[in-house]
């Protein structure tokens, strides 16, 4: 049919810490209709083998679009700009049916349902097996030792009878596991895992994030973790990346961002969490956002914000908190926040007065 | 399986007995009852003494719950009684009558599913583009237009003035089998655009909202060819509503063959029902009633059955 040969993919297995993924000045806009919607401005995130990225923020904010994006699987409406790499390949520029070599083989996804991201009329078996052949030639045989393998491989005890049976027949955390397994079974270097614990109860989510850590260590995968539970991402990640209504506003390694966050909004969200140890009544709140469209200029956080000052009227850049290290956050007051989180947090944000000053030392005047 | 087979008859056999109640009563619905049907011309010239003679040969004095006895056990040894008008045995009117009627239905089930069901794939598939768009333009015409006024066009210009087919006449398939299908061409058509369309409609809806769940997203997200992910994984979930369709676009055609066998002249059971009816000649009512009736009970127990065979989910409901 097309006469363009597709570049050669990589196939040799990734060295532990390499790049694998790499998103840069990611735009996404929707258009339905008359009206524009932009869903990324300017996002840059990258993914290494045997590494965790957690994704946080709240519903809309573009967690899931950053992914989708990635994989190709945006809405016709969407306009998407910037760049894509997977291991030197562009991929925002390759067409749909090259991209589809890439879909399943090199990256896969996982979605929040668990139940239902299985076809209900068709066997696991047969289902796992049409994955597992999509990308491999081989015998049927062949794909059968793959699936089996792989079924292995997420810690599915029985894999026989599971093969055998209908969706319906199997619990919420089982499907998970053979969803797993068939993104998987291909050997994707890449698992962009969207909410992938959020149905499922307490105790199976720990075992599905322990399976999918065991995951990365065992075949150095990359792992797009998006959640807007920092529970969640705590226990899994080795870095995060907390997104704001299309922004990354704050990035860097799990402990540190969520130990002292930099950005007022990812204190908010910390300050959401339940904790067995405080004795409160109520959770805190973050403001609405409502009517919360006049920021167009300056921070978009500017209008929830405690910590706002004057010069937060121009838009703040992702900038490093203490130069030198690999944290980053969107905010011109990052070091006030961040000294008032590392004395404690919670309470009310500190005054116009600690700005700028490098964070060496606990040196506000006020607690 | 054998279970949910035994379950299901367990509720048709009930169906069957009461249609044959209903079509047995029949007799007692018409005006005069049936000896004043039988004898046509009013009860007026005949003697009280007469009428008591007659309903004792045709066992009306009997007690009503020993008449529908007896008729039953005759409908079941192949005895539907005699007809008024021709004095002949029904079932040696009515066999060679089946055959068409059964062509014509069984034809427009067939070209319906394909091309109905063909078009409605192609809706959902294509939604929001101009194919999709005609197709749904397209049904929409073909569910709103009379079948009596498309009945009409089809046999004036298709048979009269373009003469692609016969407009009006009927070949036994025994005689000729091109003969048979010309004859049959027109009215089949006429039947399925109603029927297609409605089957394109539904199958267009329950492709699109299977194509719209989760499962069929994380089959892009695994790099499935398209033509999979249509076919297999979003079809499978779109053939229940297919087999649902089937019994009721079977009752819905058995109402348009009346009127498409008159129109275009094809000696089947919806001619033969109307000239009876206007005769009188009950029995021959009787038996094409019983016989429809029979044949929707028996279709509705094979659409369940198929249903549960291609569903998991109901098989489970069923059987637990």
Redesign the interface.
Known sequence: MRGRRAPALPQAAPASGEEVLRIDRLEVEFSGGPARTTALRGVDLTLDAGRVLGLAGESGCGKTTSALAAMGLLSRGAVVRGSISYRGTELLTLPEKELRRYRGRHLAMIFQETTTALNPVIRVGDQLMMAARTHVAGSRTEARDRVLAALADVRLTDPERVMASYPHELSGGMCQRIIIAMALSCGSRILFADEPTTALDVSVQEEILELIRGLVTRRQLAVLMISHDLAVLADVCDDIAVMYRGEIVESGPAATVLGGPAHPYTQALLDCLPTLRGHQDSLPELPSAAGDTAAAQGCRYLARCPWATDACQAPPPLSPVVTGQPRMSRCWRSAAVLAHAARGGGGEPDGPGTDGAPVTSDDGSRG | MSRIILRRLATSIPTIIVSTILVFALRYLLPGGPVEAMLGGGTGQYTAKQIAAIEARLGLNAPVPVQYWHWLTGVLHGNLGTSFYSQQPVTTVIAPRVIPSLELIIGALVVSTVIGGGLGILAAVKRGHPAGRAVQLGTGLGLSVPDFWLAAVAAGVLGLTWNIFPAVGFTPLSQSLSGNVDTLALPVLVLSVVTGSFLARHVSSAMASALD???I?????????PR?IYL??AL??A?APVITFIPLAFTALVGGTVLVENIFAIPGLGTEIVSSVSNEDYPIVQAIVLLVGVLVAVLNLLADIALAF????IR?AISE
């Open positions: 769940s989760p499962y997203r994380s089959a892009w997200a695994m790099g499935l060819p999979k297999v994984c499978r979930n053939v291609f569903d998991p989910r489970n």
